[in-house]
């Protein structure tokens, strides 16, 4: 039927002149060329500029409430997300807040099985946490047991016990320290310097744009509670961190992570007289610093009850992904009198943000030999 009508056009035309049928022809192919292309684009368009959500997982960070879409029809995308409509806030379960824990390892299998325990039983929603390591200088199987780990917790039958995400990374830092040597107080500016290093590259690989939280948690943490992410949250500060206690076997109370502490006008007034480039370490008595340290603190207020700190170590430490978006990292240099985690509560600090320890919040750390 088209060939008919097209047909009926043309044959009026043949009766005249010859550049007439030229002229309409050319008119003809002119149009038809326009509607086509016209088309195209078209589609192209629509197929192309509507929302796209890469996951089921990552359809909390691209929903239209954080105004989050991909467009472009080449072979690269751009995108544009709403990174006002970000939050990280006080009841982060029921607003659907992404959490990101992170852990940097080297020769950690020993520790692995406990570890995975602990974050599986979680009372926090498995498809809003992503786990990232960053396994360096290694020569246990960490890296296959890793792998292992991530395919079980990603192709789970249940979907709503699956992760968001795992990821292994692997960087070498050429850094060999033997394991009766990693406490030594000589060594510990540099080894601290190579831990900050660790840590940054880390968080630079696996921080993604939907994510609220941030979990740096050690390997050998072996003890705390399934509700401990919703109960760090509920507090509502930049940064948090429990008391880290060392497990023992009668249950007596011993401090292990001396790292979070309070600055006193002792210790202020101290660092008057010290060179820029010393690095001030806790629970050494080669050099007393006359802090207040978490684990000497009251824990009887109540575990959700928080004291200001001046330093944080990372056993359990929570963050608002903000804190470190907007800069607040792991120095790997002398800042402050400090490197690695209590140089990163002094950057925080400096940069405006809270840091708040929770005295009566207790998780517990293995005796390491």
Same mark, same amino acid.
């Given at each position: ?16 002149? &010859?550049?007439?049928?030229? #002229?309409?022809? +050319? ?7 326009? =509607? %086509? ?34 467009? *472009?029809?080449?072979?690269?995308? +751009? ?20 959490? /990101?824990?992170?852990? $940097? ?6 520790? %692995? ?20 390591? %960053? ?18 917790? /990603? ?10 995400? =795992? ?19 000589? /060594?510990? $500016?540099? &080894? ?12 630079? +690989?696996? /921080? ?13 943490? =072996? ?5 401990? @992410? ?11 961190? $429990? ?7 009668? *249950? ?28 001030? #370490? ?5 050099? #007393? ?8 603190? $009251?824990?009887? @207020?109540? !575990?959700?009850?928080?004291? !200001? #700190?001046?330093? =944080?170590?990372?056993?359990?430490? %929570? ?5 470190? &978006?907007?800069?607040?990292?792991? !120095? ?21 943000? *809270?840091?708040?320890?929770?005295? *009566? ?9």
């Amino acid at each position: 039927m088209v060939h008919t009508e097209k047909a009926a056009i043309y044959t009026t035309p043949l009766r005249g002149s &010859r550049r007439l049928v030229l #002229l309409v022809l +050319a008119v003809l192919s002119f149009i038809t060329i326009s =509607v %086509l292309s016209f088309s195209r684009s078209s589609i192209s368009f629509g197929s192309s500029c509507g929302r796209t959500i890469r996951t089921l997982s990552e359809a909390a960070a691209l929903s239209s409430s954080s105004g989050g879409y991909s467009f *472009g029809g080449g072979s690269g995308q +751009a995108k544009f997300i709403n990174l006002n409509e970000l939050k990280a806030s006080a009841n982060a379960k029921d607003e659907q807040e992404h959490v /990101l824990i992170v852990t $940097p390892l080297k020769n950690a299998e020993p520790y %692995l099985e406990r570890y995975f325990e602990l974050i599986d039983r979680l009372s926090y929603p498995k498809d809003l946490i992503t786990i990232a390591f %960053l396994v360096s200088d290694t020569t246990d199987r960490t890296v296959p047991m890793l792998k292992a780990k991530a395919d079980e917790f /990603l192709n789970r039958e249940d979907p709503s016990q699956r992760y968001h995400e =795992v990821a292994i990374y692997e960087k070498d830092f050429d850094f060999e320290l033997p394991e009766d040597k990693r406490h030594t107080f000589e /060594l510990q $500016p540099l &080894r601290r310097s190579y831990m900050a290093r660790s840590r940054n590259y880390l968080l630079t +690989a696996a /921080l993604r744009e939907y994510h609220s939280w941030v979990l740096w948690l050690d390997v050998d943490v =072996v003890e705390y509670s399934e509700n401990i @992410l919703e109960d760090l949250q509920s507090v509502d500060v930049d940064v948090v961190v $429990p008391n880290c206690l060392l497990q023992t076997d009668d *249950g007596s109370f011993w401090g292990y992570d001396k790292n979070n502490w309070q600055e006193t006008d002792s210790s202020i007034a101290m660092q008057k007289d010290l060179d820029p480039d010393y690095v001030l #370490l806790e629970g050494y008595y080669e050099f #007393l610093t006359n802090r207040r340290l978490m684990v000497d603190m $009251p824990t009887h @207020l109540g !575990p959700l009850d928080k004291v !200001p #700190l001046d330093g =944080v170590g990372a056993t359990f430490t %929570l963050v608002k992904a903000q804190v470190h &978006r907007e800069g607040a990292n792991f !120095p790997p240099y002398v800042f402050q009198h400090q490197v690695e985690t209590e140089g990163f509560a002094k950057m925080a600090k400096a940069m405006g943000f *809270g840091v708040y320890g929770l005295p *009566g919040y207790k998780i517990h750390h293995i005796r390491n030999s």
